[in-house]
């Protein structure tokens, strides 16, 4: 694994938007910067080469959806998920990561995981991130036409219908599938 300096990539938030919203560009950035021309984002890889943060997938309480450990540089995601709550999950452990919201270890709660029902601000920040670096939106609107369907672009991206409905409706793109 690359020995890498987290604090490189740390977010400053030099200008004050809604965190939020912030923090789902924040997200979008992360996945320009890593040159992604199509879909899907290739969540697991780019933290492991880019941010040097191991991944390891395991059977962990259904309540949990990942162990974040920095001491050990990883982040242990619970297997027994659906693969698009665990790609969803590591994008949003990064968010976390780059966002400067934890300390070195943290428990994820299923219930957190998810783009429309925060329950506390980081939490919130850490979706829109997800959402921003899975679902960026110069990709969106590349493929966003009457060719397709939401849906079939959840399955391209690689996410839940509900988060591709979710952010279709934040870039208020849903009049371009009509
Ligand atoms: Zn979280």
Redesign the pocket.
């Known amino acids: 694994m690359r020995k890498v300096n987290l604090d490189d990539f740390i977010y400053d938030s030099g200008q004050k938007q809604s965190e939020t919203k912030a923090a789902r560009k924040f997200g979008e950035k992360t996945a320009k910067e890593a040159s992604y021309l199509k879909p899907p984002i290739d969540v697991f890889s780019l933290i492991e080469n880019k941010y040097g943060i191991k991944i390891r997938k395991i059977s962990l309480n259904d309540d949990i959806s990942a162990i974040v450990d920095l001491e050990q540089n990883e982040i242990i995601i619970n297997e027994d998920k659906p693969y698009y709550h665990t790609r969803f999950t590591a994008a949003?452990e990064l968010g976390?990561i780059l966002l400067k919201h934890k300390d070195r270890k943290w428990k994820?709660y299923s219930s957190?995981i998810s783009d429309s029902n925060p329950n506390k601000p980081?939490?919130e920040e850490?979706n829109a991130f997800a959402s921003g670096l899975l679902m960026p939106e110069y990709l969106l609107k590349k493929l966003a036409s009457k060719q397709t369907t939401p849906n079939e672009l959840a399955k391209l991206f690689e996410v839940s219908q509900e988060a591709m409905w979710y952010s279709i409706n934040n870039y208020r793109l849903l009049n371009r599938f009509i």
């Open positions: 949003h976390h994820e957190h980081i939490e850490a």
